[in-house]
Structures are given as structure tokens and as C-alpha cells.
């Protein structure tokens, strides 16, 4: 694998099912992102980690909550989502946050709350 | 403040034409601007990016042009290929508020034809 890979690609769940988003860089970054990506909106940034602590929440809802045991592994775990939370969720990683350090995203997982 | 505006939504480009992408912003703190590229089923990949203290970059048959004082840049792709049809999205960010909160545009799904 290279890159960012991320799993399952596709998923559907119900209001009250509780479900799991992985990510994994191969690319030795220190750094992890998750985006949500909706039709016709701009990419919102949702978590970051650098060295596996979490330095931004950019205002989401507790419904949805990351873990990032290792720097690189990130998990989006999820819980009584609502329809509005079906969308594309990127994870992206790179070498740090300070300056400019480029993102690398990865496929993706297309969620689809029923 | 923190919004970035792309223009147009979509766009269709004649084989060997020129497709011109447009993005205009407000926070002039601002002064790192990339461009992403994405095909379906793929996350976006950085394309090329400029910073404020040039006017226009050139990758390519891709060129940003940048206009500090209307607070706008674009991207020209010269010689446009059916393998440039993606979306493209144009980013901004500020380099010493934390370079890797970047702020997005809508999006432009760019199809050239034949």
C-alpha cells in the first residue's frame, strides 16, 4: 500500500447504528486531517493531530468522534448520525503543520445515512 | 472573512482550448494559494500553488495568475486534454496562522470534450 488508504469506501447506517472510519498513511507524515466533503460546498476541515494529539476541532458535533492512536492511523468513529451527515469523508495527512507542509488525502469514504 | 469564492461551477472546454478557473478572496492575511485537482472515486492532489509575492506561476500547461490588490487568483490550463476533465479547487491559507488550515472553494467540474 502507499499513500493514504482509507476504509470501507462506501458505507450505509442507519440513525442509530454506530460504525467506524479508518485511515492509514503510508508516507511517514506526523501529521492527520479528516474533511468532509459535500456537493457543492467547500471542503470542511474537521480534526487535526500532529504527533497523535489533536490540535484542532473545527466546531463538530460530538456525534462524531476521532481517534488517532499512532501517527499513522486515524479513526473517525460514528454514532446517531443524522441524514445531513451523508457526505464524501476525506483523511488527509502530511509532514507537519507549521509553514506550509503539502496534504495528502486519500480516496475517501462515501457515507450515506438512512 | 475566511471564505474563498470559485467561479464557475462548471465548465465545458473544447480539445485544445483553454480553461480558466476563478477565485476571489477576502482575508488578507492570506498568502499561501494552492490548486487541487480531483478525479472521481480519488481524493484531491495538490496541482500547483503560488505565493502573493509573484504574479503568475507556471507548471506546465498549468499557470496561476495572481491579482494581490483585487484579492483574486486563477488558474489557466493551456491545451486543455480529456485527462484534465476534474474538479478542481482553489485553497487559500495563512502561512504563520497555522499554514495547514486551508479555507476551499466550491469546486469547478471542468469537462473537456472532444
Known amino acids: 500500500e502507499t499513500g493514504v488508504t482509507q476504509t470501507p469506501r462506501h458505507l450505509v447506517m442507519g440513525m442509530t447504528n454506530k460504525k467506524s472510519l479508518k485511515c492509514e498513511q503510508h508516507l511517514g507524515h506526523n501529521a492527520m486531517y479528516w474533511y468532509k466533503q459535500s456537493a457543492k460546498k467547500p471542503l470542511e476541515l474537521m480534526f487535526v493531530y500532529n504527533f497523535k494529539e489533536q490540535t484542532e476541532n473545527n466546531s463538530v458535533p460530538s456525534r462524531f468522534s476521532p481517534e488517532c492512536p499512532n501517527s499513522s492511523h486515524l479513526f473517525l468513529h460514528l454514532h446517531t448520525l443524522q441524514p445531513e451527515d451523508s457526505a464524501l469523508y476525506l483523511c488527509?495527512?502530511?509532514?507537519?503543520?507549521?509553514?506550509?507542509?503539502?496534504?495528502?488525502f486519500g480516496p475517501g469514504t462515501r457515507l450515506t445515512v438512512l | 472573512q475566511q471564505q474563498v469564492k470559485q467561479s464557475p461551477q462548471s465548465l465545458i472546454v473544447q480539445k485544445g482550448g483553454i480553461s480558466i478557473i476563478n477565485c476571489a478572496y477576502e482575508n488578507t492575511a492570506f498568502d499561501y494559494f494552492p490548486w487541487y485537482q480531483q478525479f472521481p472515486g480519488k481524493g484531491p492532489a495538490l496541482l500547483i500553488a503560488i505565493r502573493p509575492d509573484v504574479s503568475e506561476k507556471k507548471e506546465g500547461r498549468f499557470t496561476i495568475s495572481f491579482n494581490k490588490s483585487a484579492k483574486q487568483f486563477s488558474l489557466h490550463i493551456m491545451d486543455s486534454q480529456p485527462g484534465d476533465s476534474a474538479t478542481y479547487f482553489c485553497a487559500a491559507t495563512s502561512l504563520g496562522g497555522g499554514g495547514n488550515k486551508l479555507t476551499f472553494g466550491t469546486g469547478t467540474q471542468l469537462k473537456v470534450e472532444l
Open positions: 488527509a495527512s502530511s509532514q507537519g503543520t507549521s509553514g506550509h507542509n503539502e496534504q495528502f
